[in-house]
């Protein structure tokens, strides 16, 4: 994966290698050189656990992961939904 180095010296962190590392706006990473490379470490994340529950309003089923979870990808869902009735 590549990535580009705008004129303020910033760059985007493509939008899988976030999701895959759960890196969201705002989030703070560790940065150091290490053998002429430089490394960007992401601080370890909670585990959460998505469950499904029925939405208090349409009564309908919900993927709940909590207020404070990082965005569901598509194979988290699938996980969940394989044990879906």
Known sequence: MQTRVSTKGQIVLP?????RLGIRAGDSLDIAIEKNRIV???????H??????????TGFPVIDAGPDAP???????RELLVDFP
Do not use: N, Q, W
């Open 15 to 19: 939008g899988p290698l976030r999701r």
């Open 40 to 46: 960007l470490t992401a601080p370890e994340r909670k």
């Open 48 to 57: 959460f656990t998505a469950r499904i529950i029925e939405d208090p309003i």
């Open 71 to 77: 965005i569901l990808t598509s194979e988290m869902v």
